[in-house]
């Protein structure tokens, strides 16, 4: 195998394909894996220029992380591809507690020891920029600045209640942080930039627009060397590194070979509490799909489960088109219900997404094998993981762009059931308005 341009693990799993789209977009070929490789699955995917890792550090505590992410960075180490990318949501949501970014980075210095390490969060083709070293996302057509955003200021785990990504990370490490602003990349010429680099272990890249991350993947070109340079950020970091392979080595975009089916039956489940979600459900009633809330006693019935699980098969083979879900939107009473159940049943606070997850994984994985779906949605980044990895799926790849960071995906596995299903995975925040549609509709052009 040549040496790889980028290893990159996602600390969830919609987040992970919203960076193999990216790559996608630029023809690299790219698969993700959902666990670490063996070399079997390796020499089959032999040809590809990138390869992820999912995961699901974004809901852990650092003893979970630790033990998640210590194997990754080993594994990356090992390969020694150009770039080693820790990919975070492009709304940088983390705490000291849970998703810590600035702990991921740390676990890095054990394995990528040299240098500063660029942190890009901008992505302005998302909606996500960032300037002098403040964070900014888009919602419903305004830009706000993070600790106002309507979504993520409320984020019922980690509330984004601080814009200034240094403070924010600060909290989460002791590494210095330094910041190279809009006014540096419109100033300074990419070598400048790195030759000016302070002596901080973390560096905040500025991107407000379309030259400027052109800058930042020339800076990140001019840091590549004999051994991989460690990154933190979203997307913006494939985005920037596409942009520089570009440069360098043109790459045709050839038509992808294997295309969307046309789906007769689609199934998704919902986790996420965003907003945008909600409003995805109510687009998806409107477009025919039927949509089924999960009852708050069902977390804790295996019995009431069992007899939902069952009419829920029912439903798909009758309407074709299925969700079932836990809230719609932050202010849906079944959220404060849905905790208060699982506390007085002995489940504790900081648990109680991963309860969730979990429950949604199996029930998942039950319904699939009840019916034959060969589509399946998953909203929700930690949903997404913890449902994936339910499915006996080792590797995913790009079918079709649906939507920008929520693409539909093509899944490889050991097993003849979920061999080839087509599943797209997407945030709470991702996948416009219309996105069940539109995913149900892919392949039928």
Known sequence: MIRLLLGFYGDDFTGSTDAMEALDQYGLKTILFLR?????????????????????????????????????????????????????????????????????????????????????????????????????????????????????????????????????????????????????????????????????????????????????????????????QFVVGSSGVEYALGEAMKRERPIERTDRVKKPSQAERIFAVSGSVSDVTKSQLLAAEAAGFHTIQIPVELFTDDTKAEAFLADVAAMIVAKQKVVIYTAKGADDPAIVETRKHLSESGVAKDEIGIFIGEKLGAWTKSILDR??????????????????????????????????????????SESEKFDGLEIALKSGQLGGEHFFENVYRSGSK
């Open 36 to 228: 670490i490789p063996d070399q079997g699955m390796l020499k089959r995917f032999d040809d590809v220029d990138c390869i992820g890792v999912a995961g699901t550090a974004r809901a852990k505590g650092k003893a979970g992380m630790k033990e998640e992410l210590e194997p990754v960075f080993s594994f990356f180490h090992d390969m020694n591809p150009y770039f080693v990318h820790y990919k975070v949501c492009s709304t940088f949501d983390s705490s000291p507690e849970t998703g810590s970014i600035g702990f991921a980075s740390d676990l890095a210095r054990r394995y990528f020891e040299k240098g500063s390490y660029p942190l890009l969060v901008a992505a302005p083709n998302l909606g996500r920029y960032t300037v002098f070293g403040h964070h900014f996302a888009a919602f419903n057509n305004q830009v706000f600045r993070l600790d106002t955003h309507p979504v993520m200021a409320r984020h019922p785990v980690t509330p984004m209640d601080e814009a200034d990504l240094a403070k924010h990370l600060q909290k989460q490490t002791k590494q210095k942080i330094a910041n190279v602003t809009i006014l540096d990349l419109e100033a300074k010429s990419a070598s400048e930039i790195v030759k000016d680099e302070s002596e901080a272990g973390l560096i905040v890249y500025d991107a407000l627009n379309r030259g400027h991350m052109e800058k930042v993947s020339e800076v990140l070109w001019e840091k590549r060397g004999e051994r991989a």
């Open 371 to 412: 019916v034959d779906v060969r589509r399946v949605i998953i909203s929700g980044g930690d949903t997404s993981g913890f449902v994936t990895s339910n499915l006996d799926i080792y590797g995913l790849e790009v079918l079709d762009s649906v939507a920008p960071g929520a693409p539909l995906c093509l899944a490889y």
